[in-house]
T-cell receptor, first 116, second 112 residues
Framework: AQSVTQLGSHVSVSEGALVLLRCNYS??????LFWYVQYPNQGLQLLLK??????LVKGINGFEAEFKKSETSFHLTKPSAHMSDAAEYFC??????????????FGKGTLLTVNP | DAGITQSPRHKVTETGTPVTLRCHQT?????MYWYRQDPGHGLRLIHY???????DKGEVSDGYSVSRSKTEDFLLTLESATSSQTSVYFC???????????FGSGTRLTVV
């Protein structure tokens, strides 16, 4: 079985401050890991993904995440928050287990608020 | 969301009526998924399809059925809508042995 835990359902930062959104996963096989972003009344957009290449993954809009196997973590960071980063962020885990598709399991999401 | 469209975008229906949501893709991807999104629950898998006429249940499949008669279309049917099925429904697609999904824009369903 695979699962994702996002620590903190709501994170609030000031504009220009560091953004840190936490994600821990559980998987019995080597995982693929993803961060998606959802802006209000929109679908989910892929921010970045880890697929067993470099452990530090860079995504769109200045976000990056580091895969740490020993900590089973995949935390999302951005050095300086912008007002436009306000959205809900979802971490997801996927693995190929005896089949040919990668079913995604999502965390419950973290709502990021950016204060001026 | 290029290559994947959901219809309708919004729907209000009465308790006890059947409802069908449509997902259409132009990417020729093998896998299609239906998720529901609810506050505090994230996204939960309802059903998925791994080919024409090949479908399987997800974690919250009770009260839902699906059909896929063509590669490009995946239908989600609520046999008899209940208020607990008020939600935002997302369709997603993925390629054979490729990680990551592309999502549709969602359908907001309200059951009154």
């Amino acid at each position: 079985a695979q699962s994702v835990t996002q620590l903190g359902s709501h994170v609030s930062v000031s504009e220009g401050a560091l953004v840190l959104l936490r994600c821990n996963y559980s998987s019995s096989v080597p995982p693929y890991l993803f961060w998606y972003v959802q802006y209000p009344n929109q679908g989910l957009q892929l921010l970045l993904k880890y697929t067993s290449a470099a452990t530090l993954v860079k995504g769109i809009n200045g976000f990056e995440a580091e895969f740490k196997k020993s900590e089973t973590s995949f935390h999302l960071t951005k050095p300086s928050a912008h007002m436009s980063d306000a959205a809900e962020y979802f971490c997801a885990v996927s693995s190929l287990r005896g089949g040919s598709n990668y079913k995604l399991t999502f965390g419950k999401g973290t709502l990021l608020t950016v204060n001026p | 969301d290029a290559g994947i469209t959901q219809s309708p975008r919004h729907k209000v229906t009465e308790t006890g009526t059947p409802v069908t949501l449509r997902c259409h893709q132009t990417e020729n991807h093998r896998y299609m998924y239906w998720y529901r999104q609810d506050p505090g629950h994230g996204l939960r898998l309802i059903h998925y399809s791994y080919g024409v006429k090949d479908t399987d249940k997800g974690e919250v499949s009770d009260g839902y059925s699906v059909s896929r008669s063509k590669t490009e279309d995946f239908l989600l049917t609520l046999e008899s809508a209940t208020s607990s099925q008020t939600s935002v429904y997302f369709c997603a697609i993925s390629e054979y042995r490729a990680p990551g999904y592309t999502f549709g824009s969602g359908t907001r369903l309200t059951v009154v």
